[in-house]
């Protein structure tokens, strides 16, 4: 599914090395002339207390919103950086996207050089470019490339655009990865229009001038947002306002919906006359259902062939991004998006007597924000099947009980490797808007369950007095630890799959070789996946005279130092809960005996736990432990934990069992 994006521009763009010399190459010459006043007022600003490694600033931003009473918008956009450092350079791509909605009326680019003339580049100078992550779609982009984006230089470039979006809703990003000194937002509204705001992490800020017709907020000195190992994805942190406008005690309804409860039922009747099942879509599901003797058989089968039979390809045109294609036009072509295969499963379901409703998703925990009503800020659909009175649902991990709809099972279609009753895990903990006739529900999805997701990895292995060691592996995998294992091994050429192990091995053992490697139910997600390995490895102990010593944890590593160094300025993010457990046996070379081994470890958070133990059985050295993730996300105020935490764990992980070599 796409969603555009209604407010926010691409204002920088990343390209290849060859697509970036392509477009060098057809851009016009640049022509020297004078800066705008808006642009020439801010090129000696500076931003204090600007990090080294900062790249460039933003000196100035600025977005202009006019809206006509038949809700035509025009937005002006304009933006100013400072280049500070070479790789600021790709702030001198600017992309406008447009599409057959969209139209770009304006567009301008400026460089204001330390010495020398300043540059000037039009429209005209610009190159056209496709979407390159759809299939096929209208949304394109404009080029610019700005010449002399370097060190020192200040860069500038103005555009408007007219459209007339499907909602009236801006989202203003105030914030970005990089400084910004001033932003400002202007909302021009026809006479007896009416405007709410939704301040998201940021502190709510008050208009700083009001007019009958007019609205301007504007904010200084915004830090950027620095990447910081295991954060929670950009947009769910981002400091941003979302602001919704509408005609003062007039009805909405053909201007666009302005609650959770409105977008629901207005999706719900844009895709309900895709939802019309064929009679070859009747016929399908008579020979798919034909054995099933249970309801949870019957929804199984038919959940699978959307999910495996229909390849994921998105065609996307204007009303397309938001709107599914027919049902019986997705099964003949076998092929659609999100929201078209969870279309045509609808249609089948309904066909075998089961009700569902689509369900707008997205695919980053933490973008949704409940307190703003927006169907923009979704870029996925997944569908709610009805759950009967009295059906058991032992063996479904993703029902949730919705006020007025009942027990919903929410499956995705297009995650290919996620069996039926669970849900991929950027969904789980996260917010979906069940699309139904009498009214959207916001739901949020329910975080499974540590034990849904386990590895389970066993070894046996034999240690030589030349601290080599020798032996096998096997791992276990269940839910997203299944899941995310068989897209990566799928996605992999069977003869380079072995490399993913060396890989994982080369971070545990030194001069090791791969001797075997196989895997089990690899192509069924339904069940649990086997993965089976073998493998010698040199120096694994260190000899010390008479003495070995051998790491008892010989592979994995569950420490981690994402609380370590500067203080934090974002929450840590875990991919999902779930439950690893470690079994290791290594039998001891002839002649030594077992002199000091490590205490057994325990330490236990609200977020995550961790036990471990090491026993001696005769010639055999047994260790075993667990790792326990609770909760997806750490917020601030617990770092102290996770990093006492993870000091535990780490310390575990390096300690050592001292082998001592008898006299014969």
Known sequence: MRIKWSSKPLFSFSFSAAFMLLVVLLISSPTHADAPAWLTAVAHDTYPGVPAETSAVILYDEQE??????????????????????????????????????????????????EGKNYELKEKDAVEVGNFESFYSDDRSKVLEIPAATPGNVIGYEYRQKKRPFFLQDEWWIQERIPVLRSRFTLNLPAGWEFSAKWIHYPEQKPTSQTATQVVWAVDHIPGIKKEPSMPTFRSVVARMGVTYFPTGGSTKALGPTNWEQIGVWYSNLSANSLQATP?????????????????????????????????????????????????????????????????????????????????????????????ASAIT???????????????????????????LGKLLFFDPTSTYTPFGFLPTYEQDNYVLVAAPQGGQLVNLPLGSPDLNR???????????????????????????????????????????????????????????????????????????????????????????????????????????????????????????????????????????????PAPTKTESEFASYASQVKVDGNVIHYTRTFQVKQVLVPLDKLDDLK????????????SVVLHHGAN
């Not at 400072?82 to 400026?110: H, Q």
């Not at 959307?306 to 998105?314: C, E, L, N, P």
């Not at 080599?468 to 990566?488: K, P």
């Not at 006492?644 to 300690?655: G, H, I, L, M």
């Open 644 to 655: 006492k935490f993870y000091r535990q764990v780490a310390a575990d992980e390096r300690s």
């Open 280 to 372: 070859e879509i009747q016929q399908k599901v008579k020979e798919l259902t034909a054995n099933s003797k249970t309801w949870e058989e019957k929804v199984g089968v038919l959940a699978h062939y959307a999910q495996s039979q229909i390849r994921y390809v998105d065609i996307e045109i204007g009303i397309g991004g938001f709107q599914p294609h027919p049902a019986g036009d997705i099964y003949r072509h076998q092929y659609g998006d999100c929201k078209d295969k969870a279309t045509l499963l609808s249609a089948m379901l309904h066909e075998a007597g089961v009700d569902s409703y689509l369900a707008l998703a997205q695919v980053f925990r933490g973008v949704i924000a409940p307190e703003f």
């Open 65 to 114: 919103t006019t809206v006509q009473a038949n809700g035509d918008i025009e937005t002006m956009y304009r933006r100013a950086y400072l280049i500070l450092r070479p790789d600021g350079r790709n702030y001198g791509s600017v992309a406008v996207p447009f599409d057959n909605e969209t139209k770009i009326t304006w567009m301008k680019a400026w460089c204001i050089p330390k």
């Open 378 to 404: 979704f870029n996925h659909a997944i569908l709610a099947i009805r759950v009967p009175e009295g059906q058991d649902t032992k063996n479904f991990h993703s029902v949730v009980d919705v006020p007025k």
């Open 455 to 597: 590895l389970v990895r066993s070894a046996k292995l034999q240690l030589f007095p030349d601290g080599s060691v020798t032996g096998s592996v096997e791992e276990m995998r269940y839910g997203a630890e299944a899941s995310d294992e068989r897209e990566i091994l799928l996605g992999t050429a069977g003869a380079d799959r072995s490399k993913i192990l060396e890989t994982f091995l080369s971070n545990f053992l030194r001069g090791f070789h791969l001797t075997k490697a196989s895997t089990g139910d690899l192509d069924n997600v339904g069940e649990p996946l086997a993965v089976k390995y073998g493998f010698t490895a040199e120096r694994y102990a260190k000899s010390a005279g008479d003495l070995l010593v051998v790491r008892p944890r010989v592979l994995g590593q569950k420490a981690d130092d994402v609380a370590e160094g500067d203080p934090r300025k974002f929450p840590v993010e875990f991919e999902s809960a779930s439950l690893q457990t470690d079994d290791f046996e290594i039998t001891l070379p002839p002649g030594y005996t077992v002199e000091d081994v």
